[in-house]
């Protein structure tokens, strides 16, 4: 039973445009919620995170949002460049136990 | 510099042998996780360490076994290796006070 599920397993945007990669999770236990982003032959590396207090966070050209009554949150890239392609994680996390558990991933492919 | 290394970075083994994957860091991080990836499963948590006293078995822990021998260092022992546990491995470190986890870049593992 996947608690948190990407349901993209690939996305492919143009560059400059719009990438929007969609998390959602079933645990209303979870209060902290974090993006990851792998490329090929290293580890994830951290991208952006936010708590359950809030409903958006902004870091330069990534944005999350959450929505809590939907259990649903989104990451969106404006713009896209050719260093976004990768896999993006979805993860989350209890504040009573700080596991993380991770999504399957989107892969996100930028065409020039 | 790495902060978080794996080694090694590649192996194959054959059906029964024993294997270790370590870990190292230079982060200064209390906590380290042992994570599997598989293809369309994202990342799962395999065994996690609080402290050099502290070991919990995660998600998918069957199988392995891991010895924290220092803060830096947590190596993950398949003690007879089997196919199905082919897959990426991946060592992460975090600070016992943030979510956020710092990967290290994986060792492919293959058992024929």
């Known amino acids: 039973d996947q608690q948190v599920k990407q349901n993209s397993p690939s996305l492919s945007v143009q560059e400059g445009r719009i990438s929007i990669l969609n998390c959602d999770y079933t645990n209303s236990m979870f209060d902290y919620f974090l993006w990851y982003k792998k490329y090929p032959a290293e580890g994830p590396t951290f991208l952006i995170s936010i708590s359950s207090i809030k409903d958006k966070n902004e870091d330069g050209r990534f944005t999350v949002f959450l929505n809590k009554s939907a259990k649903h949150l989104s990451l969106h890239i404006v713009p896209s460049q050719p260093g976004d392609s990768a896999v993006y994680f979805c993860a989350a996390s209890a504040e009573s136990n700080y596991q993380l558990i991770w999504g399957a991933g989107t892969k996100l492919i930028i065409k020039p | 510099d790495a902060d978080v290394t794996q080694t090694p970075r590649n192996r194959i083994t054959k059906t029964g042998k024993r294997i270790m994957l370590e870990c190292s860091q230079t982060k200064g991080h209390d906590r380290m996780y042992w994570y599997r990836q598989d293809p369309g499963l994202g990342l799962r948590l395999i065994y996690y360490?609080?402290?050099?006293?502290?070991?919990n078995k995660g998600e998918i822990s069957d199988g392995y076994s891991v010895s924290r021998q220092a803060q830096a260092k947590f190596s993950l022992s398949l003690e007879s290796a089997i196919p199905n546990q082919t897959a990426l491995y991946f060592c992460a470190t975090s600070d016992s006070h943030l979510n956020e986890q710092f990967f290290g870049p994986g060792t492919r593992l293959t058992v024929l």
């Open positions: 360490s609080f402290d050099v006293k502290d070991i």
